[in-house]
């Protein structure tokens, strides 16, 4: 019955009622003409980036909108049926959805040398292009935790769980993956990268870890000193959060890659800007502001030791679909709240 | 306003003709590896998604009586071959109930199921084409039984790349052997054809009034033909002009003398006081006049037989009829009245190819310095001996001395020149005639007299 639960709720996810709106609208420039570019991103990081855009094009009138992502990707479905009000642009982190929109002939493409200089992972079909490059990290409590005690990696992390279970007890945080797209798409990849996915639930829930929904709440609980450890937290959140105490890891045996993926609706009204925008977007300029706002994080320039092999970056590819599937999402949540769900008994 | 385009070399047509020939085999070999070629990434792609369908039909099993997919990413892996192409799935349990699928919104026209294996059908996949195979699992468990339906689609992205790599690999090599064999046969054409250049280029440079033959060394057979028609035409105009120029040139020289004497003679005449030496002087006047008559006849007579035996058709001729119709022609009652002339011909008709006027000419004008010139009696007559047809005239007297003898039939004889009633003239007309029909003129001093013939080739062989 469970099973049914999940997915009836998973349904319901994937359709929610249109009324659902965005969480905030920012406007840029006041050009003649109306640009409407709806994303994940929040305003305030990605506000530098967009604001020279708009610099750049005064005949522009730019409207953000912040959206959640499930919102976000059943609005952009109902667009493409027919859309009163289509984006011209989208922006998601969610990039298994926007391999959903793609694959669903929703998207209109562009082609242009900057867009073709991305590697075959951050591009599909030219319609679907990869513009951060945030790693999933560990986050911990530079205060409470020595440096030689942080693992630097999932063994090392189970490991620490296994020896010192009193010390973490209660003190791990992780993505509620039911209840966070993110975390949805970060514990599929972790189920496609290696066994130790598994594990890593058990000794989560031998020591009664806490999986909660969102990552300011997340980080913020370990800068207070609430958590010791988060697991597979959004780095570019953590650079945003301004916390000192707070300190990161990219896992050594592998760090997942998310590279928030930009679509051009095939309903769009103004193509040509969003195909603009795009190629902005992957300029040097915008990418550097971008590493400015911590959405692009040079790993293999940073000194964290990480072999370029365990760069494991989440593809724009069709295989996405099956994060999206929905049984396999049902499948993966069943086996997440086993783990979790036995250790809340006795 | 469309100018009329200058004709086109040979050279071209057939360069056009041979490129015509390549574009055309190359359209169907170009057809044919579009075929191959789509046949074998259609194959090639519908394994892959064959191999999707069954790992994905392989992941379905039955948990709480329900089927559940737990999909493979491998099926997507193997999708994934196909790089760039969307991507359709659905898995179904007996009537139509949606077990999972990419999008149960979307609606894939597929035709009834087929017998049993993997059915591939083509569809519109959200207003793509695309390729799909559909297959069955049945489940016969406790709890569940019936088929379950896994559907898998592709759009045609990747196949068409492929069928477009596998045309240009095949093609490549075609597009350069077609090259080659065009470089070759512009190489070869132009060496075909390069006599004829040469032809043209000898042609385009010729003097007009040069009417000498062209080479016809070390040219083609086919080319051979041509220019020997053309060295032949060129030759008999050559002949024709040089017969014009003899004849004007002879003309003059023949009329010159007769005319200037009998300017003297009339002026002689009309200063004449005496009213007998004035008669003698008209006298003489008189019969200049006619000799000057029948030189000019003569002239003509020689003209026309010049013109005639490069003219005339040449048909068959008894050379019995010519001397019969000379004698018949009764001339040389005129030339000498009262002699005596005998015909001599046989049973046996005396065949030649010639042209009959010019051998009545020939023969007139034999008989006519036999009868001027030697003693009676005359005779004419035509004979067959060997392979040779003879006409001959033979008269009683000595014949000419022998130093004019060899002279005689040349073009025209100077001292004859000078006497009115010339024999040089006749003579070459016979001569031409001889010459023109392929033949000769012999000239014996015999017993009992002096013999003239025209000897020809007879026709019709040997006797």
Redesign the interface.
């Known amino acids: 019955m469970m099973?049914v639960w999940r997915m009836l709720m998973f349904l319901a996810a994937l359709f929610p009622a249109a009324a659902v709106s965005q969480e905030a609208t920012v406007h840029y420039g006041n050009g003649p003409v109306q640009f409407l570019l709806r994303s994940t991103t929040d305003n305030t990081i990605i506000r530098p980036v967009i604001e020279r855009f708009a610099e750049l094009n005064p005949q522009l009138a730019i409207t953000f909108e912040q959206w959640g992502s499930n919102a976000l990707f059943a609005q952009s479905r109902a667009d493409c049926q027919e859309g009163s009000v289509p984006a011209d642009a989208i922006l998601s982190s969610a990039v298994q959805q926007m391999v959903?929109l793609?694959?669903?002939?929703c998207a209109h493409p562009h082609r242009s040398p900057a867009a073709l200089a991305l590697p075959?992972s951050r591009r599909?079909?030219d319609e679907l292009w990869g513009i951060t490059t945030e790693p999933a990290v560990i986050v911990y409590n530079k205060q409470l935790l020595d440096g030689a005690e942080v693992p630097r990696s999932r063994f090392a992390l189970l490991d620490a769980l296994r020896a010192k279970p009193g010390l973490y007890r209660g003190r791990i945080a992780t993505y509620d993956i039911a209840a966070s797209g993110l975390g949805y798409l970060f514990a599929y990849s972790d189920s496609?990268e290696a066994t130790t996915f598994g594990a890593l639930l058990e000794s989560f829930a031998r020591v009664n870890a806490v999986a909660t929904c969102c990552s300011a709440e997340i980080i913020a609980g370990v800068a207070e000193g609430r958590f010791l450890i988060a697991y597979n937290v959004l780095g570019s959140y953590v650079a945003n959060a301004s916390a000192p105490q707070v300190g990161t890891i990219l896992p050594e045996d592998y760090t997942l890659v998310l590279s928030r993926a930009y679509m051009i609706p095939k309903t769009a009204r103004q193509k040509n800007v969003a195909a603009e925008l795009l190629d902005f977007l992957l300029s040097p300029e915008a990418q550097e502001l971008l590493a400015k706002a911590g959405l692009v994080t040079e790993i293999d320039a940073i000194d964290s030791g990480l072999s370029p092999s365990a760069r494991r970056s989440i593809p724009l590819?069709?295989?996405l679909?099956?994060a999206?599937?929905?049984?396999?999402r049902?499948?993966l949540l069943e086996f997440w709240s086993d783990a979790f769900g036995r250790s809340d008994g006795p | 306003m469309a100018e009329p385009r200058p004709p086109l070399t040979l050279a071209t047509r057939v360069l056009g003709a041979v490129l015509m020939i390549l574009l055309l085999g190359g359209l169907l070999v170009s057809g044919s590896a579009w075929r191959n070629g789509q046949q074998a990434a259609r194959q090639a792609y519908d394994r892959i998604l064959l191999g999707a369908a069954n790992d994905i039909a392989e992941s379905v099993r039955i948990?709480?009586g329900v089927p559940?997919?737990?999909?493979p990413?491998s099926a997507?892996?193997l999708?994934?071959q196909a790089?760039?192409?969307?991507?359709y799935?659905a898995?179904h349990g007996p009537g139509q109930m949606f077990?999972?699928g990419?999008?149960p919104g979307?609606e894939i026209h597929a035709p009834e199921p087929g017998t049993d294996g993997p059915g591939y059908f083509d569809a519109a996949?959200?207003?793509?084409p695309a390729r799909f195979v559909r297959v069955t699992r049945r489940f016969a468990e406790r709890d569940f039984s019936g088929p379950v339906e896994v559907v898998v689609g592709q759009t045609l992205r990747a196949r068409k790349a492929m069928t477009a790599d596998l045309m240009l690999d095949a093609l490549w090599p075609m597009a350069a052997a077609g090259l080659a064999l065009m470089v070759i046969a512009w190489a070869v054409i132009r060496t075909a054809l390069r006599p004829l250049g040469a032809i043209t280029e000898d042609l385009a440079r010729r003097d007009p009034y040069d009417l000498t033959p062209i080479a016809t060394g070390r040219l083609p057979r086919e080319l051979q033909v041509v220019l020997g028609a053309m060295n032949r035409f060129m030759g008999r105009l050559d002949g024709q002009v040089e017969v014009m120029r003899n004849l004007i040139s002879d003309t003059a020289h023949q009329l010159r003398t007769p005319v200037a004497a009998i300017r003297v003679q009339a002026e002689t005449a009309v200063a004449e006081p005496d009213a007998a030496a004035r008669h003698r002087a008209l006298d003489r006047l008189l019969a200049r006049t006619r000799s000057l008559g029948s030189l000019l006849d003569q002239l003509l007579s020689r003209a026309l037989v010049v013109h005639r035996t490069d003219s005339a058709p040449r048909l068959p001729v008894d050379l019995r009829e010519v001397a019969l119709e000379i004698m018949e022609r009764n001339d040389h009652a005129l030339l000498a009245p009262g002699s005596d002339l005998r015909l001599e011909i046989g049973e046996e008709p005396v065949m030649v190819r010639a042209d009959a006027f010019s051998l009545g000419e020939a023969a007139g004008n034999l008989l006519g310095n036999a009868l001027r010139h030697g003693t009676p009696p005359v005779a004419i007559g035509a004979k067959r001996r060997g392979g040779d047809a003879i006409l001959w005239v033979r008269d009683a007297g000595p014949g000419p001395a022998p130093a004019v003898l060899a002279q005689l039939g040349s073009r025209f004889n100077r001292d004859a020149a000078t006497q009115e009633s010339s024999s040089g003239i006749g003579l070459s007309i016979v001569n031409s005639v001889a010459a023109a029909f392929g033949g000769r003129v012999e000239m014996a001093r015999k017993e009992g007299g002096f013999c003239a013939a025209l000897v020809l080739p007879a026709e019709g062989g040997a006797p």
């Open positions: 099973l959903w793609v694959n669903a002939a075959p599909w079909r496609l590819a069709p295989s679909l099956v999206l599937d929905g049984n396999r049902a499948l | 948990q709480a559940i997919a737990d999909l990413v997507f892996q999708l994934a790089p760039e192409d969307r991507i799935y898995v077990i999972t990419v999008d979307t996949l959200n207003g793509e």
